[in-house]
């Protein structure tokens, strides 16, 4: 048994997810990058897990072009899917805007991760739109975003379950 991890972000929260989720998955796993990375062939996994994030309420491009192009492949293959949001309150909106139906359907396992702010990777125009979004949440009592490391826990725990 083996697992394809596959995701797009922008700040580096999804990969520190996926590094976590990746070292609590029990069978070999390989992660690919969608933005440099080639995805390799899927017959070669049981399992394939795909997650992007959602920025400023899209979710990556690369993601929903690789659920595309690979929808009938998908559909054979235990699956999960994620996103990594600050608003964690809108997880299933958002999975739904993110992913096809079918593979909503079909997924042993869908999550949100949440999500951080790293300004200092963010660009000068970003920074200074997450700095505004950041101060009107906290005068509305809201709190900051936060990575869910027991949304990660539960998730690795349902795909490792699963059987094909």
């Known amino acids: ?22 070292a609590q998955i029990k069978d070999p796993v390989e992660i690919v990058n969608l933005r440099r990375d080639a995805v390799p062939d899927l017959s070669a996994f049981d399992s394939v897990i795909v997650g992007g994030s959602i920025y400023f309420g ?12 690979r929808l009938s492949e998908l559909k054979l293959k235990k699956l999960g899917l994620f996103i990594c949001c600050g608003n964690f309150e809108n997880t299933e ?3 739904a805007a993110a992913f096809p139906a079918e593979l909503l ?44 490391w027991d949304a990660i826990g539960q998730f690795s725990e349902t795909i490792n379950r699963q059987v094909v």
């Open 93 to 95: 909106q958002f999975l």
């Open 58 to 69: 899209q979710f990556q491009k690369a993601c929903q072009q690789f659920c595309r192009d």
């Open 1 to 22: 048994m083996s697992t394809l991890i596959v995701y797009a972000g922008k700040y580096g929260c999804t990969e520190k997810c996926v590094q976590t989720l990746a």
């Open 105 to 148: 359907e079909h997924a042993a396992a869908k999550a949100g991760f949440g999500g951080e702010l790293s300004m200092d990777q963010m660009s000068p125009l970003d920074r200074f739109v997450t700095k505004m979004i950041t101060r009107a949440s906290l005068k509305e009592g809201k709190p900051l975003p936060s990575i869910r």
